[in-house]
């Protein structure tokens, strides 16, 4: 628990993301990770009041975001009301962010009468799959947003427009290991790349799954739990400079994998599945483009 001591007003909060602060280090080092909170995510948080306030007290959540030129933007839910002595659980689902990355989540209270208040926040959770679409933005946070694990993205410049792995393959990462039962989309293009795709249950890069299109002209979903298995594979054309849409349903241990609309793979893996994780965009042995939103959304009943 944290208690907040004020006369007219006091907030508290905690980074979910990387701080302004901490965009740029001295020694030219970047801190690479993606945030711990989305919008459309259910936050909750257990507040009391001090039964010896001398006055009722307001509070509210709040989740600054990333904007345009890279600074901090706050956006504020609704306030309740606390008597002395009152307890009481506030729910608030995070506003729409534009695509911009969440930095930072907390609680501001305040009172019109300028004597000492305490007010205690009991705990903060959020939980749910978020349900966003991850385009590209001005400023350099929404791109920050995504761990690149291959040679090449420069956000700033080409949005997705131009991701590149030279040898081997490349992953582009963004979101929670929590995350679980939920469908991943894009829109993706192969430019002399050996295979392209999408990830789902990403927990590293040896520990996902993947919806992938091979130059030899197969699809297939692919499991990689440190060495790759193909669960399930088809035949589909593939064509240089052609785009193709990508989806892929993580629905515990059922996979189901879409190429243009249509549902072509599905399986379940009973082998140590893969039930949680973040998404990814997957390119190898060359580059690939990807238009200009990805997105993804909570399946039914989640």
């Not at 919008?39 to 006055?55: C, Y």
């Not at 506003?95 to 208040?117: F, K, M, N, Q, R």
């Not at 040898?167 to 192969?190: C, D, K, N, V």
Request: net charge negative; aromatic share 8%.
């Amino acid at each position: 628990a944290l208690d907040l001591t004020f006369r007219l007003n006091a907030e508290a909060g905690t980074w979910t993301f990387i701080p302004p602060g901490h965009i740029a280090f001295v020694s030219g080092y970047q801190l690479i990770g993606s945030p711990t909170l989305y919008a459309s995510q259910r936050l909750r948080a257990r507040v009391t009041a001090s039964a010896s306030n001398p006055a009722a007290v307001t509070a509210n959540l709040y989740v600054s975001r990333y904007h345009e030129n890279d600074t901090l933007e706050r956006m504020r839910g609704e306030a309740v009301s606390l008597l002395p002595g009152e307890s009481r659980e506030i729910e608030w689902t995070v506003p729409d962010c534009d695509g911009y990355p969440v930095a930072e989540v907390g609680l501001e209270t305040s009172s019109t009468l300028d004597e000492d208040h305490t007010v205690t926040l009991e705990w903060l959770d959020w939980d749910g799959t978020p349900n966003v679409t991850l385009r590209p933005r001005r400023g350099r946070m929404w791109g920050r947003a995504w761990a690149p694990c291959l040679d090449r993205f420069q956000h700033e410049r080409d949005g997705y427009g131009h991701l590149v792995q030279d040898e081997g393959r490349g992953l582009l990462i963004q979101g929670g290991s929590e995350w679980t039962r939920y469908r991943f989309e894009a829109h993706a293009t192969p430019h002399l790349a050996h295979q392209i795709g999408i990830a789902a249950a990403v927990q590293g890069l040896r520990r996902y799954y993947a919806l992938v299109l091979s130059e030899e002209g197969r699809l297939r979903l692919i499991k990689q739990l440190y060495g790759e298995t193909t669960l399930c594979e088809t035949v589909a054309p593939f064509e240089l400079y052609r785009g193709y849409d990508f989806a892929l349903e993580l629905d515990g241990p059922h996979l189901r994998g879409y190429l243009d609309g249509a549902l072509v793979l599905e399986t379940t893996d009973n082998d140590r599945p893969l039930l949680h994780g973040a998404v990814g965009l997957l390119v190898e042995s060359g580059a690939m483009g990807v238009e200009d939103e990805v997105r993804v959304s909570p399946l039914a009943n989640s």
